[in-house]
Every structure is written in structure tokens, then in C-alpha cells.
């Protein structure tokens, strides 16, 4: 089980968007790819054949899973993250500062 898996709501701890949140889009092995984080230019060249006008376009690239955190919403801060099993042997996440769940 991870600790940080797509669909969560993440805050940036490191690098030009530290302090901003976002959602997790999808996860990639030691990298995170968070929605509204992270946008750069991308210079394109157009292509009209196939009806792509080209320029400068913003996309999203990938931060290392290092420089996030989950976003406690109790505590209103990034938060580390524990597992545990839970009375019907599941294996839960939960916050270490509070030993809330995560999912629940």
C-alpha cells in the first residue's frame, strides 16, 4: 500500500510551489503528477496536416513523491502517514500527528 495514491489531496513542500495544494492526478513509481502544480512552457511547433496550430502551451510535469504531503484537514497542514490494521485485519492509513484515518 502507498502512502500517497491518486485521487489524494496533496500540499507541496518543496520547490517554486511549496505551500500550494492540489490533487493528485497520477502516481509514477517515485514521482507525483498533481493538478494546477508544477506547470511549465512548452514550446510546440505547429503541425498543419494535423490541424495543430502550435506556440506556447503550459503543461504539467511531474514532482518527486519527497516533496509532498498529504493535506490534514483537521490540522490544515501536510501530515506523515502510518498504516495499521483495523478490527477486520484491513490495512488503513492514518495521520501520525492525530491517528485520524485518512480515508475515513
Known sequence: ??????GDDVIVLAGKDKG??????SVLDDRV???G???????AKGN??????????????SIHISNVALFNPSSKKGGRIGFRTDEDGK???FFCADSSSVDG
Not at 20 to 25: A, D, F, L, P
Not at 48 to 61: H, R, S, V
Request: aromatic residues 0%; proline residues 5%; hydrophobic residues 30%.
Open 48 to 61: 498543419p496536416q494535423m490541424g495543430d496550430p502550435g506556440g506556447i502551451q503550459e503543461k504539467e510535469l
Open 37 to 43: 502544480i508544477n506547470l511549465v512552457k512548452k514550446h
Open 91 to 93: 490495512k488503513e492509513r
Open 33 to 35: 503528477l498533481v493538478d
Open 20 to 25: 500550494r495544494r492540489g490533487k493528485v492526478e
Open 1 to 6: 500500500m502507498q502512502r500517497i495514491k491518486q
